[in-house]
């Protein structure tokens, strides 16, 4: 497996053409505990701080897997490709009910991380999409370690819903980088990322 820069990472963003009018959209998905937010944010660090959209405000709940990547596509990535205003509606999941909306402003590279970030109906207007993956026991470490106690009994649930998803969509497949981040490869996580491309 190749070790990639971050660096390296964003220059092969910022060469990519745009696919939602004339913004760069990297999509970051895989399953929970992956390392999806942390990749996401030092790649947008390195992209001249780009915004990041997270699929976790898109959820409506913890059966909101399926609603969020259709409404990632119809509220934010269609609107942009199309010129329209982008906006999407926030879940507080203090309240457990939609908090309103928000602006998303059509810039030179947009990263949406998250699971469902990859689906099928937003496919058309992504320019890079990654899968972040890790082992399953580890990522679930990292999932209760990030959300305490409140994420485990939900962990089961949310499984389930990632693989029906990704298995309907075929989203590992589809993607354009497989990052490992458990990989042994020697590297520096905070510089680097172990990568291959998908096989198809």
Do not use: N
Request: aromatic share 8%; net charge negative.
């Amino acid at each position: 497996m190749p070790v990639l820069t971050f660096d390296d990472l964003a220059a092969r963003v910022r060469s990519l053409p745009p696919r939602a009018g004339a913004t760069i959209v990297v999509a970051v998905d895989g399953p929970a505990g992956s390392g999806k937010t942390t990749l996401a944010g030092r790649l947008a660090a390195r992209l001249d701080d780009a915004p990041v959209l997270h699929m976790d405000d898109l959820y409506p709940g913890w059966d909101g897997l399926a609603h969020a990547a259709a409404a990632v596509a119809a509220e934010v990535l269609r609107p942009l490709a199309e010129g329209r205003p982008a906006r999407y509606r926030r879940w507080d999941w203090q309240a457990d009910r939609w908090a309103g909306w928000v602006d998303v402003p059509a810039v030179p590279v947009l990263v949406v991380e998250g699971c469902g970030s990859g689906s099928t109906p937003g496919a058309p207007y992504l320019s890079l999409l990654l899968w972040v993956d890790a082992p399953h026991d580890l990522r679930q470490a990292r999932g209760f370690e990030r959300d305490g106690d409140g994420f485990r009994p939900h962990w089961a649930r949310w499984a389930r819903q990632e693989e029906a998803l990704f298995a309907a969509e075929r989203t590992r497949e589809r993607a354009d980088l497989l990052v490992d981040t458990a990989s042994p490869v020697p590297h520096d996580p905070a510089r680097e990322v172990v990568a291959t491309a998908a096989s198809g």
